[in-house]
């Protein structure tokens, strides 16, 4: 099946720095989403995004599909920030598509 | 607009006892999906289905079955319940007809359900 890498697996952020996390897909894929699971295990959905750049406040992702990776720009980071963060990638699979996840980056920002 | 819902949210059990696990959508999406998380992992994939009355194995399938007699709802069922399967469990869906044609959407995950089995 398809591998999904994320990296780095962990990151230690001061208050009001900026970050990039990547994500790696071995194989084509339909679709690509990141989300972020906050201290509380709640998965919330932050980019939908196959292709193309999207932005939403001080997080924006891009996705380079014929290269087979995705990258999340965090930009003057919060504490709220902190968690884990997952990108999920949906391929074609017996007669539906298939939801796969990446490894995590675990996040923490510090004051 | 509830999206979507698990039931119940925690859970104990004894060894060998066996339960379901609900989950619903109100968005009248096709695919639906079970996810179990263990500490320090990513979600690993357990079954899915991709319409009313399908089902599909994922990556960790044993000791779980599924049934998804309803569009809106995709059930999991743990026949005889073993340490190994303390966990929490995710449900998800996506996927949808608009005007006669299919569209891609993107998933939406439950607020999980922890099960510990002792």
């Known amino acids: 099946g398809i591998q999904v890498e994320q990296s780095p697996p962990d990151l230690i952020l001061q208050e009001g720095a900026n970050s990039t996390l990547r994500c790696n897909f071995s194989?084509?894929?339909?679709?690509l989403q990141w989300f972020h699971q906050n201290p509380w295990g709640q998965l919330i959905n932050l980019f939908y995004?196959?292709?193309g750049t999207k932005q939403n406040g001080r997080l924006s992702a891009t996705t380079v599909a014929t290269e087979r990776y995705s990258l999340l720009y965090i930009s003057s980071s919060q504490t709220t920030d902190s968690g884990v963060y997952f990108c999920?990638?949906?391929?074609?699979?017996?007669?539906?598509?298939?939801?796969?996840f990446g490894t995590g980056t675990q996040l923490k920002v510090e004051l | 607009n509830a999206g979507v819902t698990q039931t119940p949210k925690f859970r104990v059990l004894k060894t060998g006892q066996s339960m379901t696990l609900l989950c619903a959508q109100d968005?009248?999406?096709?695919?639906m999906y079970w996810y179990r998380q263990d500490p320090g992992m990513g979600l690993r994939l357990i079954h899915y289905?991709?319409?009313?009355?399908?089902?599909a194995k994922g990556e960790v399938p044993d000791g779980y079955n599924v049934s998804r007699l309803k569009k809106q709802n995709f059930l999991l069922g743990l026949e005889s319940a073993a340490p190994s399967q303390t966990s929490v469990y995710f449900c998800?869906?996506?996927?949808?007809?608009?005007?006669?044609?299919?569209?891609?959407?993107?998933?939406?995950f439950g607020q999980g359900t922890r099960l510990t089995v002792v």
């Open positions: 998800a869906s996506s996927y949808s007809w608009t005007s006669g044609r299919p569209r891609n959407t993107e998933a939406f």
């Open positions: 194989d084509s894929v339909n679709n």
């Open positions: 995004i196959p292709s």
């Open positions: 999920a990638v949906e391929v074609r699979a017996g007669g539906g598509n298939k939801l796969t």
């Open positions: 968005m009248n999406h096709e695919y």
């Open positions: 289905s991709v319409g009313e009355g399908t089902t």
